[in-house]
């Protein structure tokens, strides 16, 4: 049975950080390219940051990029993304997504296992 469990969402001031984990099972995960992806209420679900099954790759949307770090544990089927420098605009729903069997891909289209979310709410 395939799971994606996120953790380490919260409520922070601007300014602040968290660092959200997802733990992979059920799948081959060190085949399988990354990503996370948030969605707030009223909007479209967007990709934040991806890594290829190495971690040699990343991409990262414009909005996040200098503040956030996607990474990846492959010894313990882990998925990372630190954030520093939290907005009000960053809160959101974060997910993790896998896409099996993918080297590397920023297409949201690869991806077909999705954890449950985490909240992020960052307040001014």
């Known amino acids: 049975q395939v799971q994606l469990v996120e953790s380490g969402g919260g409520s922070v001031q601007a300014g602040g950080s968290l660092r959200l984990s997802c733990a992979a099972s059920g799948f081959t995960y060190s085949r399988s390219s990354m990503g996370w992806f948030r969605q707030a209420p009223g909007k479209e679900r967007e990709a934040v940051a991806h890594i290829s099954r190495t971690g040699a790759y990343t991409a990262y949307v414009d909005s996040v990029k200098g503040r956030f770090t996607i990474s990846r544990d492959n010894a313990k089927n882990t998925l990372l993304l630190q954030m520093i420098s939290l907005k009000p605009e960053d809160t959101a729903m974060y997910y993790c997504?896998?896409?099996?069997?993918?080297?590397?891909?920023?297409?949201?289209?690869?991806?077909?296992?999705w954890g449950q979310g985490t909240q992020v709410t960052v307040s001014s």
């Open positions: 997504a896998a896409a099996p069997n993918i080297v590397w891909t920023q297409n949201p289209n690869s991806y077909e296992y």
